[in-house]
């Protein structure tokens, strides 16, 4: 007979070291790795050693302030990630349930002007998958957390994840039509600096007036606090406590009711986006794949 053990596999290393490993990978930082794994830098570097002699390499090129992978690194870690998403996927499968419940985080005003208007639609078409939303700005960590996609602002490259672009993250400033009747109408982008400002520390200001060609504005002497969601300065701005600088895409509804107006067809771009992300090892799980199908094709009826 044919001999059919299986064959012999190289011996792994400690799964800590593994584990610390796939940590300073994502984060490109000792120290990051170190806080969120719950120990000392030291004792996460002293892993990162371990694993480096056991592959008979260096896995990071350690620089002043920085760290980056090395071509050893590289390669690893991707299969590093994608093994803790498949040990992830198999932990909440043996917790029972995972195929009938679809985790989905994403910030707060996607979820409050856009998510929870749609939603309905997915859930009729999936009876038998219960949605749970988490509203949360912070950046999701798929490989410890049970969450199955995240709505997240940004560039959309994020190594490990898929990303499929959803929503233009541009920016304009909008305000009640009773505020802007209180100065005789809002005639040019200049008029807005004779109007209170929300949150005049956000970037986009800035940015908006100099496209606008506003100089001098000074923002940053204005009094003002950031209340961390456009949510908020949106409803701050229909009570007519003063101007909110938001995305059109999220405040449709408010613009055609009249609560908001969009005084100046000028709109910023800074080349961020609101996106749809998951592991690219999950791309298939059939729960994933349905959420994503829908809300690609809600997107594009909008």
């Not at 994608?82 to 979820?111: K, N």
Request: glycine share 8%; proline share 7%.
């Amino acid at each position: 007979m044919p001999d059919l053990k299986p064959p012999q596999l190289a011996p792994l290393p400690p799964l800590q070291a593994i584990r610390v490993f796939e940590a300073v990978a994502r984060h490109l930082s000792f120290t990051k790795a170190a806080q969120e794994l719950g120990m000392t830098q030291a004792a996460a570097s002293y892993q990162i050693k371990v694993l480096e002699e056991r592959v008979g390499a260096p896995l990071f090129l350690r620089r002043p302030k920085q760290i980056e992978l090395t071509e050893p690194g590289q390669r690893l870690a991707p299969a590093v990630s994608e093994a803790f998403s498949i040990l992830g996927q198999a932990y909440a499968a043996a917790r029972g349930g995972a195929d009938g419940l679809l985790c989905v985080t994403t910030v707060l005003t996607f979820a409050s002007n856009w998510l929870a208007q749609h939603l309905g639609s997915f859930q009729l078409a999936h009876p038998a998958l219960a949605v749970r939303l988490d509203t949360s700005a912070r950046l999701t960590d798929f490989a410890r957390e049970d969450v199955d996609l995240a709505i997240r602002s940004g560039a959309g490259k994020w190594p490990g994840l898929e990303a499929h672009k959803l929503l233009d993250a541009d920016f304009t400033p909008m305000l009640s039509p009773k505020l802007a009747a209180s100065i005789g109408g809002v005639k040019e982008p200049a008029d807005l600096l004779r109007l209170p400002i929300l949150d005049p520390g956000d970037i986009w200001w800035s940015q908006w007036f100099e496209a606008a060609g506003v100089t001098g504005h000074d923002l940053a002497k204005r009094p003002g606090s950031s209340m961390g969601a456009q949510a908020y300065e949106a409803n701050a701005a229909m009570a007519g406590h003063g101007v909110a600088i938001l995305t059109r895409a999220l405040f449709k509804n408010e613009i055609a009711d009249g609560r908001l107006i969009q005084p100046f067809d000028l709109v910023g771009d800074d080349g961020h986006a609101y996106w749809l992300v998951y592991p690219t090892a999950r791309r298939n799980v059939p729960k994933i794949r349905a959420f994503r199908d829908w809300i690609l094709a809600e997107i594009a009826c909008a």
